[in-house]
């Protein structure tokens, strides 16, 4: 009798185990950003980008409301973070060719301008859209630029795929505000 108790227990818990399979995405950048790296750039500028706890995570986070739903199955191919901070940058480059975007310093000299994003509130609503709060200052000597929007963005399908897609979106909607921003004669 108890050999049949734990043959039942191992094929319950073998059946637990086999779910279903996850799904990785990935942040893009607009298809207009620029393939190849700039040879010449003109202003550098570093990049800090802040995200959420809530939703800098492996899993995809749904808000829904008054609760979010954290997708087990659902995740991204690399952080969050990262992924945003990457696709934000090659955004600014792709609409001012003559910057390069970093992390940290790279140059000896020559204008360095910082760009400081806070991503105040982000909610991604499954088959609906993106909304994405952000604040962001820009600092080059004694220029000094500020803002705070927040950007909505359509999800054009009902898919994660396409939620993801709305993202990059409100991403570039970003990027093109920050690059508003920037010092000209850059």
């Not at 995200?51 to 659902?74: K, Y």
């Not at 790279?106 to 499954?126: N, R």
């Not at 630029?145 to 795929?161: H, I, L, M, N, Y």
């Amino acid at each position: 009798m108890r050999v049949w108790i734990w043959i039942v227990c191992a094929v319950l818990a073998g059946g637990c185990a086999i779910g279903r399979p996850d799904h990785f995405h990935a942040l893009e950048a607009d298809s207009l950003a620029s393939a190849g790296a700039n040879s010449h750039f003109v202003m550098q500028v570093n990049l800090r980008v802040s995200l959420p706890m809530s939703v800098d995570r492996d899993e995809l986070v749904l808000s829904n409301p008054g609760t979010v739903s954290i997708l087990e199955h659902e995740r991204w191919a690399s952080p969050l973070s990262e992924q945003f901070s990457r696709v934000l940058g090659q955004n600014i480059e792709s609409r001012r060719p003559n910057v390069i975007v970093t992390s940290r310093s790279i140059a000896d000299s020559g204008p360095t301008t910082t760009v400081a994003v806070e991503v105040v509130q982000l909610s991604l609503v499954k088959g609906v859209e993106t909304q994405m709060e952000a604040r962001w200052r820009i600092e080059s000597g004694t220029h000094v630029a500020q803002g705070r929007e927040t950007f909505v963005s359509k999800a054009p399908g009902a898919g994660f795929d396409d939620l993801v897609r709305s993202l990059d979106d409100a991403i570039g909607t970003l990027a093109d505000r920050l690059v508003a921003g920037l010092p000209s004669g850059s």
